[in-house]
């Protein structure tokens, strides 16, 4: 199933090539997890929202079996003067459902800011954005068959991703 959604967008941007400046972009993203990322531009200035869906709990993986959905608020400064370079800062909010390491029902919930560094170049013949960020983040779990409730707060969310751009701004 994941093959075949990538599959589809990758077609789908191969045939949006030649587009000057892209509306977004889908990939994946590596880091304190692994799983698929997508930014969507609201407008020209800057304004985008990023999609995420990671496996395991808090982005991490020690045997579990858990997905985790974000989204987050970004605002793009740009950093040169060909349009290549920005940084951004914003925050966003995450929630996953599964199972944790001794296969108890887990739910969890997290806010975090964000910070990075955005590369987008239309040079090739595929639009190509790469990120890097850095989103410490404060958890809430509930642990639900033993009814035990945890809040954390992770430093070590710096993340990477790769994405090809969609459509026209």
Request: aromatic letters at 18%.
């Amino acid at each position: 199933m994941l093959k075949n959604f990538l599959f589809i967008f990758l077609i789908f941007s191969l045939t949006n090539s030649f587009t000057q400046e892209s509306k977004g972009a889908i990939g994946l993203r590596f880091g304190y997890g692994w799983g698929l990322s997508g930014k969507y531009f609201l407008d020209r200035n800057g304004n985008a929202l990023e999609f995420t869906v990671k496996q395991g709990v808090h982005g991490t993986l020690y045997n579990t079996s858990v997905l985790n959905f974000g989204t987050a608020y970004q605002k793009h400064f740009e950093i040169d003067r060909r349009g290549k370079w920005f940084v951004y800062v914003g925050g966003g909010g995450n929630i996953g459902f599964g199972k944790n390491a001794p296969k108890q029902a887990i739910i969890s919930g997290g806010l975090a800011p964000v910070v990075g560094l955005d590369f987008w170049t239309q040079n090739l013949i595929v639009p190509f954005n790469l990120s890097f960020d850095y989103a410490p983040t404060f958890y809430y779990d509930r642990i639900t068959k033993i009814k035990k409730n945890d809040f954390s707060f992770s430093y070590l969310n710096f993340n990477v991703a790769v994405r090809v751009g969609l459509g026209r701004l």
